[in-house]
């Protein structure tokens, strides 16, 4: 079973950016897809974004244009770029690779 660290976030100003990243304990060449949701409080876990093993990704309509997810194989990470962030934004991002991570705080203010 994967285990999974996530790190990067953070405090940022309305129209900042981020990167955050997924550390997994093993090769993540084999898991077909891996994703990043958020949990704002009050609210259920929701999509954000994931990629296939191929490269294909698929994002939340409320970020498409400005969040980016990556994956690179030979460092077992997935990244999740976020741009033009607004506070709606803030919840704690999880990473999944049929586990879950911990979680990484993200809050968009002002």
């Known amino acids: 079973q994967v285990q999974l660290v996530e790190s990067g976030g953070g405090l940022v100003q309305p129209g900042g950016s981020l990167r955050l990243s997924c550390a997994a304990s093993r090769s993540i060449f084999s898991i077909y897809a891996m994703g990043w949701y958020r949990q704002a409080p009050g609210k259920q876990r929701e999509l954000v974004a994931t990629i296939t093993s191929g490269g294909s990704t698929n994002y939340a309509d409320s970020v498409k244009g400005r969040f980016t997810i990556s994956r690179d194989n030979a460092k077992n990470t997935v990244y999740l770029q976020m741009n033009s962030l607004k506070p709606e934004d803030t919840a704690v991002y999880y990473c999944?690779?049929?586990?879950w991570g911990q979680g990484t705080q993200v809050t968009v203010s002002s």
């Open positions: 999944n690779a049929g586990t």
